[in-house]
């Protein structure tokens, strides 16, 4: 029998499959992420693949933000150009959404106000009302 991790075992003994919509936000989950934090502390934070330990990550991202920024929008831009695969992408870190997108949707209060392009979207006088107070 093959031993798997609590995780593991969650998402394979039916309660949640990797085709549900819900995988993702149990993956993201606080609770999950402060568990698997600990569990990397108890394993006395080893370091992972690329040699770096837990304690080094938050000083490595605030020296290298701006590399591994470039770095996940590539990624993203791969994904979309070359897969061709949709992405779907809920931010409010408005430059990022800017550089990332084809089409930008903006709710307020769960309500359409806004669809477009990059270009449209800020020029928008509903979104300029509801984001920026103008």
Request: hydrophobic share 40%; proline share 3%; glycine share 10%.
């Amino acid at each position: 029998m093959v031993q798997r991790s609590g995780e593991a075992l969650t998402m394979t003994n039916g309660e949640v499959r990797s085709g549900s919509g819900q995988l993702m936000e149990q993956v993201v989950a606080r609770g999950n992420v402060r568990a698997a934090l600990a569990r990397v502390r108890e394993n006395r934070g080893r370091p992972g693949v690329d040699g770096m330990t837990v304690e080094e990550l938050p000083q490595y991202l605030m020296e290298h933000w701006e590399e591994v920024r470039e770095q996940l929008l590539g990624v993203i831009r791969r994904l979309v150009r070359e897969e061709g695969i949709a992405v779907v992408l809920i931010e409010h870190a408005i430059e990022f959404v800017m550089t990332v997108s084809d089409r930008i949707v903006v709710l307020n209060d769960g309500k359409v106000i806004a669809d477009g392009t990059p270009a449209e979207v800020p020029r928008n006088r509903e979104v300029l009302e509801a984001y920026l107070g103008h």
